[in-house]
């Protein structure tokens, strides 16, 4: 089957998730200007490059409390008082039971210390989740390593598809013991049933902060491929069967017009990535409104209006909102360039993207490495030259600074309350993705326990700090989302004819398409675009020709058959153009190596971008 995510098709006329409300602002404001940020490390569990029972000695962790592994971290937000950020980590090396230090093993639930304080046993963090006997874990599910978040009232967190409760007591205080913790699973059904069972498999988990709605993601196997759909619920505990149960769930979805046009207000969500900090939008990543540029937008819950928030041509994906909405700062490969040779020359309309969308977001990362940076944006974001202000600029980029290339940044990164800080964590780059043909030179941690990930918190120093106000609660009710019913059927995506079209661009200049499916009928195996000074600004002007052929090699594995010989003119001079036998592309959505035979060059006003090289 071809890979067909739920976002491909967006770029017809008539969608579901669709709105006529105009967005707040119109993008002309003057843009802010750079300011003063300082970035500081957080203390954490020593590391442990030997991971076998018993490693974890007292002279690595005099207090037998734990030791991590040198790889193995996620840090989520801050707690609502400020002073602690959440996190996960495995812990290795634990001696055997009945040694007290024996509870310090596998994926758990850790707050940090983003005081510069202690908790009273003299450790800069607390395990939560560390020794909670197996009655108090039934059901849990095995990914609490994903997006750990804590709940504004300090008793609860959220990581993976769990929630971490601790009844009455603080989740930082001593009150807060193995045996008061108790760690739910979140269940999402799928069928008309009494609710039994495990329920579907949900993923990229957000807290709304209100504390009772959540938005995730969730695969689904389509006569197409692998589609994934967004949700928005509500949370809602099971005294019964021990979990939290999710209702009012409406999935964002499109189909296909007749015609072949744009519509920018579509809300075509490819993948959701969780809310601004007053909740009342989602963000997400969404059908490229230029080829190959895979951007964040913004779509109001309510009204159903659509924002762009990035525009860069590199790529952008996770996200986080200030808590007054004003701010943002998301993680980008911008700077690195890595995107360059796909989406450098702007302004081409995004028609191949409907085979490539999700072969191109793949080329983001190289395996496990990351070419993600964070970069702090204002409310109306990317616009003219004005790409943001990155967090770590400042440092000389040695081994082990603040902007250390080889330190590559996950998601998510997360707002204090307060809005004057953003915590996020780094990754440093290991074999294979770095060394040998690889480019990017490895280096050796330059800390004394091996570790290779850490956390780190920016802080805008010239910030006055934000009230700190509850969020309303938010609607149910997202009247341009479908209800989910558990058991219902999830309505296909329409089906975007095959045969002979033409897109008028919205200033001057045409293309024409040609989509062809296979012999079965079941997927776009080619698309042929020719551009004819095709302009959306009146300002560059695109022409020449585009033609791809898919090749489906599994569920998450396209082959990209890749002809282009595109010509810019106007204000951006410039080509895209692929070598005479053709760009022919594999990239998993699942493993991110990139292998490409043939090659792709961009060039615009004289600067040329070519493709990483393989499993690079």
């Given at each position: 089957?071809?890979?067909?995510?739920?976002?491909?098709?967006?770029?017809?006329?008539?969608?579901?998730?669709?709105?006529?409300?105009?967005?707040?602002?119109?993008?002309?404001?003057?843009?802010?200007?750079?300011?003063?940020?300082?970035?500081?490390?957080?203390?954490?569990?020593?590391?442990?490059?030997?991971?076998?029972?018993?490693?974890?000695?007292?002279?690595?962790?005099?207090?037998?409390?734990?030791?991590?592994?040198?790889?193995?971290?996620?840090?989520?937000?801050?707690?609502?008082?400020?002073?602690?950020?959440?996190?996960?980590?495995?812990?290795?090396?634990?001696?055997?039971?009945?040694?007290?230090?024996?509870?310090?093993?596998?994926?758990?639930?850790?707050?940090?210390?983003?005081?510069?304080?202690?908790?009273?046993?003299?450790?800069?963090?607390?395990?939560?989740?560390?020794?909670?006997?197996?009655?108090?874990?039934?059901?849990?599910?095995?990914?609490?390593?994903?997006?750990?978040?804590?709940?504004?009232?300090?008793?609860?967190?959220?990581?993976?598809?769990?929630?971490?409760?601790?009844?009455?007591?603080?989740?930082?205080?001593?009150?807060?013991?193995?045996?008061?913790?108790?760690?739910?699973?979140?269940?999402?059904?799928?069928?008309?049933?009494?609710?039994?069972?495990?329920?579907?498999?949900?993923?990229?988990?957000?807290?709304?902060?209100?504390?009772?709605?959540?938005?995730?993601?969730?695969?689904?196997?389509?006569?197409?491929?692998?589609?994934?759909?967004?949700?928005?619920?509500?949370?809602?505990?099971?005294?019964?069967?021990?979990?939290?149960?999710?209702?009012?769930?409406?999935?964002?979805?499109?189909?296909?017009?007749d015609e072949l046009m744009f519509n920018r207000s579509a809300i075509t969500v490819g993948e959701l990535r969780g809310l601004t900090g007053t909740g009342k939008e989602v963000v997400y990543v969404g059908f490229p409104w230029e080829s190959c540029n895979v951007d964040i937008f913004a779509a109001d819950?309510?009204?159903?209006?659509?924002?762009?928030?990035?525009?860069?041509?590199?790529?952008?994906?996770?996200?986080?909102?200030?808590?007054?909405?004003?701010?943002?700062?998301?993680?980008?490969?911008?700077?690195?360039?890595?995107?360059?040779?796909?989406?450098?020359?702007?302004?081409?309309?995004?028609?191949?993207?409907?085979?490539?969308?999700?072969?191109?977001?793949?080329?983001?990362?190289?395996?496990?490495?990351?070419?993600?940076?964070?970069?702090?944006?204002?409310?109306?974001?990317?616009?003219?030259?004005?790409?943001?202000?990155k967090l770590n600029a400042a440092g000389d980029g040695a081994a082990g600074s603040i902007n250390d290339p080889n330190w590559n940044t996950g998601a998510d990164p997360r707002w204090s309350m307060d809005g004057t800080r953003v915590a996020y964590y780094q990754m440093l780059a290991l074999p294979p993705?770095?060394?040998?043909?690889?480019?990017?030179?490895?280096?050796?941690?330059?800390?004394?326990?091996?570790?290779?990930?850490?956390?780190?918190?920016?802080?805008?120093?010239?910030?006055?700090?934000?009230?700190?106000?509850?969020?309303?609660?938010?609607?149910?009710?997202?009247?341009?989302?479908?209800?989910?019913?558990?058991?219902?059927?999830?309505?296909?995506?329409?089906?975007?004819?095959?045969?002979?079209?033409?897109?008028?661009?919205?200033?001057?200049?045409?293309?024409?398409?040609?989509?062809?499916?296979?012999p079965t009928d079941a997927y776009i195996e080619t698309i042929a675009v020719t551009y004819h000074d095709y302009s959306e600004d009146g300002l560059s002007f695109v022409s020449g020709r585009e033609n791809i052929t898919v090749t489906p090699i599994n569920a998450t594995l396209n082959r990209l058959d890749?002809?282009?010989?595109?010509?810019?003119?106007?204000?951006?001079?410039?080509?895209?153009?692929?070598?005479?036998?053709?760009?022919?592309?594999?990239?998993?959505?699942?493993?991110?190596?990139?292998?490409?035979?043939?090659?792709?060059?961009?060039?615009?006003?004289?600067?040329?971008?070519?493709?990483?090289?393989?499993?690079?």
């Open positions: 089957m071809a890979l067909n995510f739920a976002w491909n098709g967006a770029l017809l006329l008539s969608v579901y998730a669709y709105s006529d409300a105009p967005s707040k602002r119109d993008g002309s404001a003057p843009p802010p200007q750079p300011e003063p940020i300082e970035v500081a490390e957080l203390p954490l569990p020593p590391a442990l490059a030997n991971t076998t029972e018993g490693a974890c000695t007292v002279e690595v962790n005099p207090r037998g409390t734990g030791c991590i592994a040198t790889s193995s971290l996620n840090s989520g937000n801050f707690a609502s008082d400020g002073l602690h950020v959440a996190a996960t980590a495995t812990f290795v090396g634990a001696p055997p039971a009945p040694d007290p230090a024996s509870i310090y093993t596998g994926v758990q639930l850790l707050l940090i210390k983003a005081d510069g304080t202690t908790f009273p046993n003299g450790d800069t963090w607390k395990c939560i989740t560390c020794g909670v006997p197996a009655e108090n874990r039934v059901g849990a599910v095995d990914d609490l390593d994903q997006y750990p978040q804590t709940f504004s009232d300090g008793t609860r967190a959220m990581s993976g598809s769990n929630i971490i409760d601790c009844g009455t007591a603080l989740l930082s205080s001593e009150d807060c013991t193995p045996n008061r913790t108790s760690i739910f699973p979140i269940r999402f059904s799928t069928t008309a049933d009494d609710g039994s069972g495990a329920g579907t498999s949900i993923r990229e988990l957000r807290l709304h902060p209100d504390n009772v709605h959540i938005t995730f993601n969730s695969f689904l196997d389509t006569s197409s491929g692998l589609a994934e759909m967004a949700y928005f619920g509500r949370i809602k505990f099971n005294a019964t069967a021990s979990r939290y149960d999710l209702t009012n769930l409406p999935p964002a979805l499109v189909v296909n017009g819950l309510a009204t159903g209006a659509v924002r762009r928030i990035t525009a860069h041509p590199e790529y952008a994906d996770p996200i986080a909102v200030s808590p007054n909405d004003e701010w943002q700062v998301v993680l980008d490969t911008r700077g690195s360039g890595r995107m360059m040779f796909l989406a450098g020359l702007r302004s081409v309309p995004p028609i191949t993207d409907l085979v490539t969308v999700g072969s191109v977001s793949s080329v983001r990362n190289n395996g496990v490495r990351r070419f993600f940076e964070p970069y702090l944006l204002d409310y109306e974001g990317d616009r003219g030259d004005y790409f943001g202000q993705a770095c060394g040998g043909s690889n480019p990017l030179a490895c280096e050796t941690s330059p800390y004394s326990d091996l570790r290779a990930e850490r956390v780190m918190v920016a802080t805008f120093t010239s910030r006055k700090p934000l009230p700190v106000e509850p969020v309303s609660e938010a609607s149910d009710e997202v009247p341009w989302g479908l209800k989910y019913t558990p058991g219902m059927e999830i309505p296909a995506a329409p089906k975007l004819p095959g045969g002979e079209f033409t897109l008028r661009a919205a200033t001057s200049g045409y293309a024409n398409v040609s989509i062809a499916y296979d890749w002809f282009a010989d595109i010509v810019s003119t106007g204000a951006m001079n410039g080509t895209k153009l692929t070598s005479p036998d053709g760009f022919h592309m594999a990239d998993d959505l699942n493993g991110n190596i990139f292998e490409a035979n043939g090659t792709m060059v961009s060039t615009v006003d004289g600067v040329s971008w070519s493709q990483p090289c393989n499993a690079c």
